[in-house]
């Protein structure tokens, strides 16, 4: 029972599960339960408790089951999480809207990502792994791959271009959600106390503290970064003529 607790192992039963092409048992009683709702109560109490109030025996309880009869509809936690990221994420962006050109369209695309993050700050932590994805996040790659294919950037560029602009997101994500946000008042009084006693072993870091470096809006490191990333990439393109 703890084996099937932390998931089937199976990673074709996983994926069928997760893409909706699981076969339904043909006899035995009429099922009471959905995956859909299933997932959905998790990914409710994921964004009002955070990813470790979530358990099959938390979920059971909140349809008035025993924790062994979630079971049938999904094998454990690891097939439940991965079934919570592809209902979270939503849908894949329709960026065919946004004016402008490519630049404009994958800056879109950044934003609204950094907003998932933002809005279920959980996404961070169990999408930094190795998994197999669903399709609703298979989506959002192929909406920001779309858009650099369209440009006009190789197979491969375009792969490399997309983990730079993920990797920027999830950075700046990183700093300004959850308990890190909550806790940057603390750390910047703290850490500004320490520095001016030792000033001059870090000037560099003075000054940009005194210089208001490190007081910027929050959506401003997005932003930036994402300019600089743009920058180069549109350069490659114009080198390569």
């Not at 999904?74 to 209902?87: C, F, N, Q, R, T």
């Amino acid at each position: 029972m703890a084996a099937k607790g932390n998931g089937s192992g199976d990673l074709a039963r996983g994926m069928d599960l997760l893409w909706g092409t699981a076969d339904r048992p043909s006899r035995g009683p009429k099922p009471s339960l959905s995956v859909d709702q299933i997932t959905r109560t998790a990914v409710e109490i994921a964004d009002a408790e955070g990813l470790p109030a979530v358990s099959m025996q938390r979920i059971a309880a909140a349809f008035g089951f025993t924790t062994m009869s979630l079971y049938r509809y999904v094998p454990g936690k690891a097939e439940l999480i991965a079934l919570m990221i592809d209902m979270a994420i939503g849908e894949r962006p329709d960026l065919d809207g946004v004016p402008g050109g490519w630049r404009d369209r994958l800056a879109e695309w950044a934003r609204r990502c950094l907003r998932t993050f933002t809005r279920r700050p959980w996404l961070l932590e169990v999408t930094n792994v190795h998994r197999v994805m669903g399709p609703n996040e298979l989506g959002w790659m192929d909406a920001a791959l779309a858009v650099l294919a369209a440009a006009g950037f190789t197979p491969v560029e375009q792969h490399d271009a997309f983990l730079l602009v993920v990797g920027h997101v999830r950075s700046v994500a990183h700093f300004t959600v959850g308990a890190d946000r909550l806790r940057v008042a603390d750390w910047s009084a703290a850490m500004g106390e320490r520095l001016m006693r030792d000033a001059d072993r870090f000037p560099a870091v003075v000054a940009a503290i005194q210089g208001g470096g490190y007081a910027k809006a929050s959506d401003e490191p997005l932003e930036f970064g994402l300019r600089c990333l743009l920058d180069g990439l549109e350069k490659l393109l114009a080198e390569r003529g």
